[in-house]
């Protein structure tokens, strides 16, 4: 028997899908404290955040918030550079300054993105800014669908996470082997591919946060750390599948900025991704 709960966080959708016997008792209600609990700390859009305070130049020492750190530095180091925490000043310049229904205006042009192992310091559980605003968005939104997922394995086995499509899945949906899904193409009713996943599946694509500036420009949501500006590159969206989905969201973001050969790259280290081009190719690299 399936069960589901819906809810919003982190500006999102969440839907979580329990394959079980009986009713999970507690088990929702455990998902959305911890959805709740990652959003208070590290959400931009909350001035009482762990984020906000790191970013108001304020020390955070917290041992969930330093693992977030290492974790998005270990990105950026894994991505060469294409997964950058750093670009939030960018971000807001090009207008995503609030939340996304909110955004209007902004301005495009290239700013330096620093490196994250210049501008942060971990010494513990301890964090330091020394330079720039650091985002964690995407990063953290994979990480506690990984997080919630695997806290509720050892109860219910079974068990589905899909955090605005960032998904982890554990166990199966009672129909075979893992759980059913597909991966949707630039439009809705295009079916790229489907399959059965055990593991994790992330997409980042500009086809959504997408708004127009002032002076008439396309802008967008993902920032190229190499210029400070949102991504033109020859990708519009990218969907990743890795074992845990904070790396399918990485590697997402990195591909779809970076283009064929960070495609290339992401399937020597075992990430498979599902490209769609501008030019209307979609290609397919890694063990789907």
Not at 167 to 172: A, E, F
Request: net charge negative; glycine share 10%.
């Amino acid at each position: 028997m399936e069960f589901h709960e819906n809810f919003r966080a982190m500006d999102t959708d969440v839907d979580i899908f329990i394959e079980t016997e009986s009713t999970p008792f507690g088990a929702f209600a455990e998902a959305r404290l911890r959805f709740e609990e990652q959003e208070q700390r590290f959400s931009r859009f909350r001035e009482t955040s762990l984020l906000s305070r790191l970013n108001a130049g304020e020390p955070i020492d917290d041992d969930w918030f330093a693992a977030a750190i290492e974790m998005a530095i270990d990105a950026w180091e894994t991505t060469d550079g294409l997964f950058n925490p750093m670009v939030l000043p960018a971000l807001r310049t090009a207008g995503y300054d609030r939340t996304f229904k909110e955004v209007t205006g902004g301005q495009l042009g290239p700013q330096p993105v620093p490196s994250p192992r210049d501008a942060l310091n971990v010494e513990g559980t301890r964090v330091t800014l020394n330079s720039g605003m650091v985002d964690l968005g995407g990063i953290v939104k994979g990480w506690t669908a990984d997080i919630v997922a695997e806290g509720l394995e050892d109860r219910w086995p079974n068990v589905f996470v899909n955090a605005g499509g960032d998904i982890r899945c554990l166990g199966s949906d009672g129909g075979g082997e893992a759980w059913a899904m597909d991966v949707s193409g630039l439009s809705i009713t295009e079916r790229a591919w489907e399959g059965r996943v055990s593991g994790a599946i992330a997409t980042s694509t500009v086809m959504k946060r997408r708004w127009w500036t002032p002076d008439g420009a396309e802008a967008h949501h993902l920032i190229d750390p190499r210029t400070g500006a949102p991504s033109r590159s020859g990708f519009l969206q990218v969907t990743a599948r890795a074992e845990e989905c904070w790396i399918a969201e990485v590697w997402a973001k990195a591909v779809l900025i970076g283009g064929e050969s960070t495609q290339e790259r992401a399937a020597e280290i075992g990430v498979a991704t599902i490209a769609f081009g501008r030019n209307g190719h979609t290609r397919f690299r890694g063990d789907w």
